[in-house]
Every structure is written in C-alpha cells, then in structure tokens.
C-alpha cells in the first residue's frame, strides 16, 4: 500500500512539473500580428492637378510637376500658359486648382477670397542683344530709358542707334513687377508689348537695338543679362537681396475650396524642402 502512495504523489508531482513547463512556454505568434504587418500601404496618388496661369514660371512649374509625376506615376499634371491675371481669374472662377502669378495679389483680389502663398523668388533680367556692348544700367537709368528719356543707345556708352523698348502685356506679373521696383507703373513707352516671356526674349535675341526684360529663371543664351547698378542677375544676388530687380512667384488658391487629394498633395510638395532642389535647378530660389 505504501509502495502504490508513492507511486500516486510520483505521478501527481510529474504532472505537476509537466505543467509549470507548458505554463512558461513562449506561445506561437499568430500570423497578422505583428504591428508592422497591420498596416496598410500607402495610399497611391491618382487623378488631376490643374494649374494656370503666369507663363514666367513655366520653366519652375514644369519641373515640379514632372518631379511629382514621376512620384506618382498615375497623376495627370496640366500647365495652361495664360499669364498671371489669366491663373488668377481661373482660380477665381474654378476652372482650375492652382493658379500661378509672378506678382503678389492685389488687395481687391484678396478681398475675393483669394489666398497667395510665395512658391519661390526670381529675378527680373534686364536683357539686350549679345551684340550690345552695353554691360549695366542702374535703375534710374533704366526708368530713363523706358519712359522715353533716354530714346538713343549712344547716351549711355552703346551704339548710335535708337532703343527698341519690348515689355510685356497689361496684366502680366512680370510687367508689374518690373515697373513697380523700377517706378514707371503706367508710364512705358513700349514699342512691342507681348503675350509671354519666349516673347519678349526672341524679339531682343533679333534685334540688336532692343531692350526688355524677363524671367531670369528663363533667359537663354540668344540674349545678354545686364548688371543692375553693378550686381549681375543670379540665384545668389536674388537670395541675398543684393539684385533688385525681383518678385514672387506665387501659388493661388481660394479660401473655403478644398482642393482634390491629388492637387493637395502637389501643393503641399511644392512648398516642401523635397522640392528644393528642383526649384533651384530651374534658376529660382526657394521660399521654404
């Protein structure tokens, strides 16, 4: 009998033992568990990105929006050539998501509703053709010149020729720019006014006697940059404030409008530090 007790209290502690072991073991993770697994993939970007408006900011709005593309391979990004008041009035009237003005917004216009956010800063370069020896003008100078006080190349250290003055149309953020910091607002003696910056730069790339003015982000080489009171028109004179010929480029939405996810996602891009790089490649600098 004694010998059977012994036994029994032998099973009962094995067993006991056997459990305690089972107790501590670590249990099987469950397929789907794991915090990383759980979640979802990024959503993917797809639909439209309308913008509009100045034709100076070509170059930079093209570049992001290829830039954006090729992130989001399903997006179909659009660019409408209309000038800045044109990217203004489509914003205004819902024909577009973003507009694009090379001005800032008029105080009217804010009172719309509509809202402008700076994208980037870009010089306005005073251009002539290569084969003027002309090198720099001051803003005094240059004021001279296109309000007809100057009509002659000879009386500023150029050619015996008479000045061919080119600008742009009413309504161009690049007109307003230029004849707010020079301080000739509705006093140009223009001979050509022109629809769009490429414009404005072959008109002077083919005449020698010619002056005008463009984006610096878009100048080529078919024409001269000049010195304004000694400072060549760059990205760093533009960063540092040091060229004074300069303006905002400026993204335009309306207030109380949500944008689509798509065009939200694009406008937040192009304020961001990701789109930096391709700001500056294409010759403007950033304003974030």
Known sequence: MKKMICFALAAVLA??????????????????TDPVS???????????????GSTSMQKVINALGESFVGMNPNVNFTYN???????????????????????????????????GTVLAYDGIAMIVNP???????????????YTGEITNW??????????????REAGSG????????????????????????????????SNPNAIGYASLASVKDTVKA????????TEETVKDGTYV????????TKEGVELSETAQAFFDYALSPDANEVLTAAGVVPAN
């Open 131 to 145: 084969e003027n020896p002309v090198e720099d003008l001051d803003l005094e100078t240059i004021a001279k010149i």
């Open 174 to 205: 690049t007109r307003s720019g230029f004849e707010e910091i020079v301080g000739v607002v509705d006093a140009c003696q223009y001979r050509q006014e022109l629809t769009s910056t490429g414009d404005v730069i072959t008109a002077v790339a």
């Open 15 to 32: 067993l006991g033992v056997l459990a305690g072991c089972s107790n501590t073991a670590k249990p099987e993770q469950t397929k789907g």
């Open 38 to 52: 759980t979640n979802a993939p990024a959503k993917e970007l797809a639909g439209n990105v309308a913008t509009d």
């Open 226 to 233: 000049l010195k304004v009171a000694g400072v060549a028109p």
């Open 245 to 252: 010929i300069q303006r905002p480029f400026v993204l335009v």
């Open 154 to 167: 000879s009386e500023i250290g150029g050619n015996d020729a008479e000045i061919v003055l080119i600008g």
């Open 81 to 115: 050539p209309t000038g800045s008041s044109g990217g203004i009035k489509a914003v205004s009237s819902g024909t577009c998501d973003i507009g694009l003005s090379s001005r800032a917004l008029k105080d009217e216009e804010v009172n719309e509703g509509l809202v």
